[in-house]
């Protein structure tokens, strides 16, 4: 069974700019989340979609935004790049929603750095 | 969230086994202990997950106090490819959605041939 893909795996972008990240969850898992890593802050919660719905949302600002397809494939929108965004973005996914024991898969990750 | 508490670093010598101690003393009755660790350049990856009673599997084992407040992950023979952070997250029950994954800093896991 394929894991979890993320494109682009690299990404080099500017400040104002915007970026579109694309995740394909696992065959048949229907669960989306996504992640941001840095240094500083370390992993944190984006938000999740199951069904094409948002389910859970982490603290970060409206110009993270995200959707999911009829497919269960996702993808993550960042508006108006700023330094502070270059991170290691990571995608899970996950057979079912609603619950707190759920194992999540990640993908790769996409590496994008703001200039 | 409830928090945990995980030393920063931990070595290990190859085929040896490593304890790793995690602290979470304001744990809830409903929290699962969960454990999760990322090697270097990949994403985390599940490792094991326990409510009350020890578990067992083929990567790991997971040992929890009595009273919750403590549990610690075995790898009962590390190998070079264990060499990873290693991260004790807490998930509790949410009437939507998955509870997300609330890393910490984890532990860094270095595994000396």
């Known amino acids: 069974k394929a894991g979890v893909t993320q494109t682009p795996r690299y990404l080099i972008k500017t400040r104002g700019q915007q970026v579109t990240l694309s995740c394909s969850p696992i065959s048949g898992h229907r669960s989306v989340s996504w992640y941001q890593q840095t240094p500083g802050q370390g992993l944190q919660f984006l938000f999740e979609y199951f069904s094409e719905t948002q389910r859970n949302k982490g603290n970060f600002p409206g110009r993270f935004s995200g959707r999911q397809f009829s497919n269960s494939r996702s993808e993550m929108n960042v508006s108006t790049l700023e330094l502070g965004d270059s991170a290691l973005y990571l995608c899970?996914?996950?057979?079912?929603?609603?619950?707190?024991?759920?194992?999540?898969?990640f993908g790769p990750g996409t590496r994008l750095t703001v200039l | 969230d409830a928090k945990t508490t995980q030393p920063n670093s931990m070595e290990s010598n190859e085929e040896e086994p490593v304890h790793l101690p995690c602290n979470h003393s304001t744990i809830s009755g409903t929290d699962y202990i969960h454990w999760y660790r990322q090697l270097p350049s990949q994403g985390p990856e599940y490792v094991i997950h326990g409510l009350t009673s020890n578990v067992n599997n083929r990567m790991a084992s997971l040992a929890i106090a009595e009273d919750r407040k403590s549990s610690t992950l075995i790898l009962h023979r590390a190998t070079l490819r264990d060499a990873a952070v290693y991260y004790c997250?807490?998930?509790?029950?949410?009437?939507?959605?998955?509870?997300?994954?609330?890393f910490g800093k984890g532990t860094r896991l270095s595994v000396i041939a």
């Open positions: 997250i807490l998930r509790s029950p949410r009437n939507s959605g998955n509870t997300p994954l609330v």
């Open positions: 899970a996914s996950s057979a079912l929603s609603g619950g707190f024991y759920n194992e999540q898969f």
